[in-house]
Nanobody
Framework: QVQLVESGGGLVQAGGSLRLSCAAS????????MAWFRQAPGKEREFVAA????????YYADSVKGRFTISRDNAKNTVYLQMSSLKPEDTAVYYC?????????????????WGQGTQVTVSS
């Protein structure tokens, strides 16, 4: 089992950048596929990005491709989401999620473990 804690959210102007971090507990972090999802007010939670256990395979939603980068450091039990060229429509609560086996998916119900979320607000 793994516990996830996100950090790094905040308020940023359009065009700016933020880096989110997700720290995981436990000694089996490298056996999990990890992902980021987001949920805006009044909308369903949606897939943002995911990666496999080693970070060599990454997947992105079309809306963030080319602007966001997901990565992980298994030695630090941490997954990151580097967000650049932020837009007001990126405003949401961002959630870190993990699943085993370590095969990334895009659906909310594929992930067993979730963090509490971190707010990202992009002003125009």
């Amino acid at each position: 089992q793994v516990q996830l804690v996100e950090s790094g959210g905040g308020l940023v102007q359009a065009g700016g950048s933020l880096r989110l971090s997700c720290a995981a507990s436990g000694r089996t972090f490298s056996s999990y596929a990890m992902a980021w999802f987001r949920q805006a007010p009044g909308k369903e939670r949606e897939f943002v990005a995911a990666l496999n256990w080693s970070g060599t395979s990454t997947y992105y939603a079309d809306s963030v491709k080319g602007r966001f980068t997901i990565s992980r450091d298994n030695a630090k039990n941490t997954v990151y989401l580097q967000m650049s060229s932020l837009k007001p429509e990126d405003t949401a609560v961002y959630y870190c999620a993990g699943r085993r086996p370590a095969v990334p998916g895009r659906a909310v119900n594929e992930y067993n473990y979730w963090g509490q979320g971190t707010q990202v607000t992009v002003s125009s």
